[in-house]
């Protein structure tokens, strides 16, 4: 069946650092592809997506390209802020009418 | 516009009582999801709706009901609580359709527990 798979947190980085969080899923045919970002004490919320191959997502910074070939999404940053601290999701859906199915999450701590 | 929200969000529950997670949006989406969010764990998906009156399962859906009776709201039961209940709870939704972004809108949570 489909799934997504995150590297593991948690991550902890200094401010300023670059950030990488890799993410693979497995799916036939060509899914939607979303990272979602849950900061402390809220629900989610859309960071990024992208629909079709070689497509790149960006939003505040964070950037993921959709690599047919590699079936991966990785969530990178040149220089992380306090404020990135949150928890990370990769997500996929088949088509509009599919649930979406999220990964474990990724914890980010940016320290100061 | 206040999007989607949950009432309540925070509650303790003991053992056996019951109590109904209220979710609530006014964006006139069409599906709406529960999801339950373990420590340290991904979102599991409880139950969805497509639309009023059509409900269905999710991966974990032992334990709890649901109904659809308006677009807007989206109730979620839990009968006879238990601890392997305690979790947060988010309801989400989005639209489904010719202009759907693919987009999930989420809650802010409810966070229950049962002791």
């Known amino acids: 069946g489909n799934s997504v798979t995150q590297m593991e947190g948690p991550v902890t980085l200094s401010e300023e650092a670059f950030l990488t969080i890799n993410c693979t899923y497995t799916?036939?045919?060509?899914?939607?592809l979303f990272w979602y970002v849950q900061y402390p004490g809220e629900g989610l919320q859309l960071l990024l997506k992208a629909t079709k191959a070689d497509d790149k997502g960006s939003n505040k910074g964070f950037e993921a390209t959709y690599r047919k070939e590699t079936t991966s999404f990785h969530l990178e940053k040149g220089s992380v802020q306090v404020s990135d601290s949150a928890v990370y999701f990769c997500?996929?859906?088949?088509?509009?009418?599919?649930?979406?199915?999220f990964g474990p999450g990724t914890s980010l701590s940016v320290i100061p | 516009n206040a999007g989607v929200t949950q009432t309540p969000k925070f509650r303790i529950l003991k053992i056996g009582q019951s109590m109904t997670l209220q979710c609530t949006q006014d964006m006139n989406h069409n599906y709406m999801y529960w999801y339950r969010q373990d420590p340290g764990m991904g979102l599991k998906l409880i139950y969805y709706?497509?639309?009023?009156?059509?409900?269905d399962k999710g991966e974990v859906p032992n334990g709890y009901n649901v109904s659809r009776s308006t677009t807007e709201d989206f109730p979620l039961r839990l009968e006879l609580a238990a601890p392997s209940q305690t979790s947060v709870y988010f309801c989400?939704?989005?639209?489904?359709?010719?202009?759907?972004?693919?987009?999930?809108?989420f809650g802010e949570g409810s966070r229950l527990t049962v002791l």
């Open positions: 989400a939704s989005t639209y489904e359709g010719n202009r759907n972004t693919g987009e999930l809108f």
């Open positions: 709706s497509v639309g009023a009156g059509i409900t």
């Open positions: 997500a996929l859906r088949k088509t509009s009418y599919d649930k979406v199915i």
């Open positions: 799916a036939t045919g060509y899914p939607s």
